[in-house]
């Protein structure tokens, strides 16, 4: 499945210190994916001590990334 990140996505990673590499991992390999508003989808994924959370939708044969974070306390 092809992954397409958004150029607000992008922006994000940059600000976050989040690689392509992570978002992999936490999308094909999530600790938890738990609904979101709409047709969104959150997936978590604990990396290098913290947990990261991605925002995304699937459509067709892609996924979305509409943004990323790490989650606050980690």
């Known amino acids: ?3 397409i990140y958004t150029d607000h996505t ?3 990673m940059r600000q976050r210190n989040i690689t392509e ?3 992999k991992l936490a999308l094909r390999n999530p600790d938890q994916i738990l609904p979101s508003f709409g047709r ?3 997936a978590r ?3 290098r001590d913290r947990t990261l959370e991605i925002v ?3 459509e067709n044969d892609q996924i979305i ?3 990323t974070y790490w989650l606050e306390g980690d």
């Open 40 to 42: 969104r989808k959150c």
């Open 45 to 47: 994924k604990a990396i």
């Open 21 to 23: 590499d992570d978002i």
């Open 56 to 58: 995304f939708v699937k």
């Open 10 to 12: 992008r922006i994000r």
């Open 65 to 67: 990334v509409i943004t």
């Open 1 to 3: 499945m092809e992954i």
